[in-house]
């Protein structure tokens, strides 16, 4: 199933999207729910962001080519992670597929993108194993963790650089049904391939990432984890429209534009 | 006006504290509300954490003497702030005044508070000016930073040492009228006093924060930012309990406990 939170005629709903079609819903997928009878064409609604998590899980370093790149402009030796730890994002920076990325007017000409897997959680969860992991999964949806090297490099910590109003676009639905080992994300500049990589080529996948979370978290439904990006962005600039797509969930679709003030 | 989320006969509504008596108000401080003819006696009610923030930013290094103490444990010259900078705790990590913390089973025992004011948004709030910062600012509660000290030096980032579940105790309450300059913060453990400083001793304060972050992030209502802590805390064991207490707001105290696994 395909969830879609979605505006049509002022009113912002759940709904179901099939084929080109998207079909309200009562309720909402993590409680009660149900299929109303009101079907919308999916091109004539406003797509919504999903959903505002509780906590907002990130991966930072999960993919070999992106830990390389990073050492390399660094100068330094790879440091591959030896278990799955996590950091954080911040929930002001959340858009909507489709909603701009706004270039600070501060923010130099370092401003890249990171398509990234969007776990979605559905249940209440803690201390679950190998075996059971997977039970307090929703669905998946596309985050793009757009970062701001130079200031990535100046601050302490990743508030600004990771954090900043509009940086974290995700979206456009949460998929429930998926292949994670026949996934391919490919991201387009402008229409213009400039990055893939196999989905699941993780250094820690989901599975291990949840039985480490849940040793010291509890997991609320809505809970997103990023699992992270493999490769590196070229600079983007005001005006370049980035797509990140992700075989079997969809396209999520930003355009960066500068701030006004 | 201290307003106080609570319980009392099976029912959560947020009240305004009035000596020892608490008043049930309809809606909620953000918009809408009005006093009941109801009361209680806050003796008799559970108190509830007051929010669970939209965002939840946290100064890491604010005051001096902490600065100063962490660099010689780790056998470094104190490296201060030269702006105010931002980090963020976990929410799954929060619970309300009088809950138990409980130190996980795989914690060492090098577990240690850290007493925070903790400033409460109120409005919506973006660009704000050293003029007008103070205008987004709803009111200040009280935060314990619960730390496992071992796994902050051995993790990347801060994820199970500062965010493990329960280790965020916020409350009891948010004061809207305090003075800062005139803030005592005072911590005991088991009755006895272990930490004592002036709340506003900070390095940047609550004005400087407010115009740094909300160059890049928009404030939300119910949004808190934790301010950071002075002094050093000795080990904390199942059993103890500790008390933050901050002059003009009240006391935070919450109890220790081994997890039961």
Redesign the interface.
């Known amino acids: 199933m395909r969830w879609l939170k979605f505006t049509a005629a002022g009113k912002t709903s759940w709904g179901l999207v099939e084929g080109d079609k998207v079909v309200t819903v009562s309720g909402d997928p993590f409680g009660e729910w149900q299929r109303d009878a009101q079907t919308h064409a999916l091109k004539d609604v406003k797509i919504e962001l999903p959903l505002?998590p509780?906590?907002f899980?990130c991966v930072?370093l999960n993919y070999l080519k992106h830990l390389k790149e990073a050492a390399d402009k660094a100068g330094t030796v790879p440091n591959v992670?030896d278990r799955p730890?996590?950091?954080?994002?911040?929930?002001?920076?959340l858009i909507a597929h489709d909603e701009d990325v706004v270039i600070?007017a501060?923010a130099t000409e370092k401003i890249h993108y990171e398509g990234e897997l969007a776990v979605v959680i559905g249940k209440k969860a803690?201390?679950l194993t190998e075996a059971n992991a997977m039970s307090c999964v929703f669905g998946y949806t596309i985050g793009n963790d757009v970062s701001e090297r130079t200031w990535q490099k100046a601050?302490?910590?990743l508030?600004?650089s990771k954090?900043?109003?509009t940086f974290k676009p995700m979206g456009p639905w949460i998929e429930t049904d998926v292949d994670l080992d026949k996934m391919e994300t490919t991201i387009r500049v402008n229409g213009k391939r400039t990055g893939h990589f196999h989905t699941n080529d993780m250094i820690f996948g989901v599975v291990p990432f949840i039985v480490e979370l849940t040793?010291?978290?509890?997991?609320?439904p809505g809970?997103v984890i990023w699992m992270g990006t493999d490769g590196a962005s070229p600079d983007i600039k005001a005006g370049d429209v980035v797509e990140i797509d992700i075989t079997g969930i969809g396209t999520l679709r930003n355009k960066f534009v500068a701030e006004k003030?």
Chains 1, 2 share one sequence.
């Open positions: 505002i509780r906590t899980y930072g992670p730890e996590i950091g954080y994002r911040a929930q002001n920076a600070p501060t803690k201390h601050d302490r910590g508030w600004r954090n900043a109003d040793k010291y978290f509890t997991l609320w809970d003030r």
